[in-house]
Nanobody, 115 residues
Framework: QVQLVESGGGLAQPGGSLRLSCVAS????????MSWARQAGEGLEWICGI???????RYFDSVKGRFTISRDNAKNTVYLQMNNLKPEDTCVYYC?????????WGQGTQVTVSS
C-alpha cells in the first residue's frame, strides 16, 4: 500500500523559511522520481520534481531560486526547502509519486505566509 506522509508546514513570515518532508512507503522509493505540488485555487500546481537518483531537478518559474527539492533514498524521504517565502506561497503542499502512470498523493501540509 503506497503511502506519502507530508510534514513541516506551518506559519512563516514573509522572507522566512520552512522545510517540508514527505516520507514514502509501500514502493521502492529509489526507483521513482518525486514531485511537490500545491493547491492553487481549484487545481493543483506542480512546482518541482527530482529524478529517482537525485541527479536532476526541475522547478516551476514561480519558485525557482527560492525553493529546493532534495531526497534521501536511504530514508525514503523527499524534502522541499522553501526560502524567501511570500504571502502568495500560502496554500496546501502535497508530495507526489508517479508510479507507472498512476499518481499517488499525500494528505498535504498547510503553509501560511503572513506577518
Amino acid at each position: 500500500q503506497v503511502q506519502l506522509v507530508e510534514s513541516g508546514g506551518g506559519l512563516a513570515q514573509p522572507g522566512g523559511s520552512l522545510r517540508l518532508s514527505c516520507v514514502a512507503s509501500g514502493f521502492t522509493f529509489s526507483n521513482y522520481a518525486m514531485s511537490w505540488a500545491r493547491q492553487a485555487g481549484e487545481g493543483l500546481e506542480w512546482i518541482c520534481g527530482i529524478y529517482s537518483d537525485g541527479s536532476e531537478t526541475r522547478y516551476f518559474d514561480s519558485v525557482k531560486g527560492r525553493f529546493t527539492i532534495s531526497r534521501d533514498n536511504a530514508k525514503n524521504t523527499v524534502y522541499l526547502q522553501m526560502n524567501n517565502l511570500k504571502p502568495e506561497d500560502t496554500c496546501v503542499y502535497y508530495c507526489n509519486a508517479d508510479l507507472a502512470g498512476r499518481d499517488y498523493w499525500g494528505q498535504g501540509t498547510q503553509v501560511t505566509v503572513s506577518s
